[in-house]
T-cell receptor, first 114, second 115 residues
Framework: GENVEQHPSTLSVQEGDSAVIKCTYS??????FPWYKQELGKGPQLIIDIRSNVGEKKDQRIAVTLNKTAKHFSLHITETQPEDSAVYFC?????????????FGQGTILTVHP | DAGVIQSPRHEVTEMGQEVTLRCKPISGHNSLFWYRQTMMRGLELLIYFNNNVPIDDSGMPEDRFSAKMPNASFSTLKIQPSEPRDSAVYFC?????????????FGPGTRLTVL
């Protein structure tokens, strides 16, 4: 089955700096890669996703890049703000199935210092 | 839509007691997922249903865990008997992959403490 590795496990940055979180996956059939943000006391929430026919996607301060050959994808947050502090999860899925199962990485605790 | 609804939000019980967690998925979603989250093991997929049918329960840790989905709007996760190591936050999520919506919408979670 799919295995997703996520690094780093913790990341501390100053407000205004950029943050990068990286993930690798094992199943070359995976074609859907979402990123979730989990705030304290809440469930994970989708912030951005990318499909395998796209190399990069951007939404305001958040961008995701995908390298299918190397089987890795990354989340980039620019101009970080204290409210970006949360746990971030990457995930992978063989979106061609009808079930929508996701395999999650281990999570990255991001702390943005004012 | 109110989103995925889970109850109770918090549950404290004693070892050996039966625990039942409840989930109402988003209306129209036909896939439902139960996850367990702990500091040590992260976010673990326990079981998932599609069109009310269990598809993969390989993540269910032991026979003490069972899940049902009697209809499209309700699912339960039961632990009997509960043990202290079952203490965790349990999330329910739903999606509609058959309609091309692969995003999983998570509920607020149930924080379970087994004493």
């Amino acid at each position: 089955g799919e295995n997703v590795e996520q690094h780093p496990s913790t990341l501390s940055v100053q407000e205004g700096d950029s943050a990068v979180i990286k993930c690798t996956y094992s199943d070359s059939a995976s074609n859907y890669f979402p990123w979730y943000k989990q705030e304290l006391g809440k469930g994970p929430q989708l912030i951005i996703d990318i499909r395998s026919n796209v190399g990069e996607k951007k939404d305001q301060r958040i961008a995701v890049t995908l390298n299918k050959t190397a089987k890795h994808f990354s989340l980039h947050i620019t101009e970080t703000q204290p409210e970006d502090s949360a746990v971030y999860f990457c995930a992978a899925s063989t979106g061609g199935t009808s079930y929508g199962k996701l395999t999650f990485g281990q999570g990255t605790i991001l702390t943005v210092h004012p | 839509d109110a989103g995925v609804i889970q109850s109770p939000r918090h549950e404290v019980t004693e070892m050996g007691q039966e625990v039942t967690l409840r989930c109402k998925p988003i209306s129209g979603h036909n896939s439902l997922f139960w996850y367990r989250q702990t500091m040590m093991r992260g976010l673990e997929l326990l079981i998932y249903f599609n069109n009310n049918v269990p598809i993969d329960d390989s993540g269910m840790p032991e026979d003490r865990f069972s899940a049902k989905m009697p209809n499209a709007s309700f699912s339960t996760l039961k632990i009997q008997p509960s043990e202290p190591r079952d203490s965790a936050v349990y999330f329910c999520a739903s999606s509609s992959p058959g309609l091309g919506v692969h995003e999983q919408f998570f509920g607020p979670g149930t924080r379970l403490t087994v004493l």
